[in-house]
């Protein structure tokens, strides 16, 4: 961490009454977030039953990390609003299970492997340096197993490029503009937790770019994806 950092996580006051209003949905948020990819890794693991076992140890992975972030809110004395953090998530639930029950598993991995990855893994990045101690350890350890399951669905994609690639069009197209809007419906509460919408959204392209770029797009293709929907 950087003494920047250091200096500006020294005037949080985490149980002041804004941190902890904010911190109720946005500990919602992620406590919402890893019971839904805790479920949609077990329907992964359905639809890939040659790649039952390792996504099945994905979905544990996810209610560990859902456990990890309730001790986070209690750790600050936080009731997690869980009405607002299903709502939040209700657009790619809906867009998944749509996927899900029509077979369609390159939708599916790339709404939970790439896009919600990627959303996960930039939002613990910004949070760990303005985290309070408690749940700084807690998300480090999370978002190592964040990339693991950001590799995955870089893996499979990649060796079935050529038959994914118009399918990761559309699914992209459908499901990033949503992203953003989700990122623009937090910002506030994001602002007081410390967390920059700017730095959110930088990270979130870095890491769904690279991602793009691994599974085979060129760097043309990436720009246009990566960015759809961004800008109205
Ligand atoms: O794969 C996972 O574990 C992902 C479900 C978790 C998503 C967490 C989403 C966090 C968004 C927080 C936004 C804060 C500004
Ligand atoms: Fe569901
Ligand atoms: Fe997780
Ligand atoms: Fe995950």
């Known amino acids: 961490m950087t003494m920047q950092q250091l200096a500006t996580q020294s005037e949080i006051d985490f149980s002041s009454e804004i941190y902890k209003d904010a911190y109720s949905r946005i500990n919602a948020i992620v406590i919402e977030g890893e019971q839904e990819a805790h479920e949609n890794y077990i329907t992964l ?8 076992e390792q996504l099945i140890r994905l979905s544990q992975m996810e209610s560990r990390h859902k456990k990890g972030f309730e001790a986070c809110g209690r750790n600050l004395q936080v009731a997690p609003d869980m009405k607002f953090a299903k709502k939040f998530f209700a657009d790619l639930h809906h867009n998944f299970h749509t996927a899900s029950a029509e077979g369609k ?45 950001l590799n995955f669905g870089e893996v499979w994609l990649k060796e079935n490029f050529e038959d994914s690639k118009a399918e990761l069009e559309e699914a992209n197209r459908q499901n990033l503009p949503i992203v953003w809007k989700m990122l623009s419906s937090v910002e506030e509460d994001a602002a007081v937790l410390a967390m920059d919408k700017e730095a959110l959204v930088e990270d979130f392209m870095i890491q769904y770019g690279e991602a793009l770029n691994n599974i085979g797009f060129s760097t043309r293709d990436i720009m246009r994806l990566s960015a759809y929907g961004l800008r109205k």
């Open 45 to 52: 693991a359905e639809m890939l039953p040659e790649e039952n």
């Open 105 to 149: 598993i390159v939708t599916c991995l790339l709404i939970q492997s790439l896009i919600i990855e990627c959303f996960a893994i930039a939002a613990y990045n910004i949070y760990i340096p303005v985290a309070d101690n408690f749940a700084r350890k807690i998300t480090e350890n999370v978002v190592k197993d964040e990339y693991t399951h």
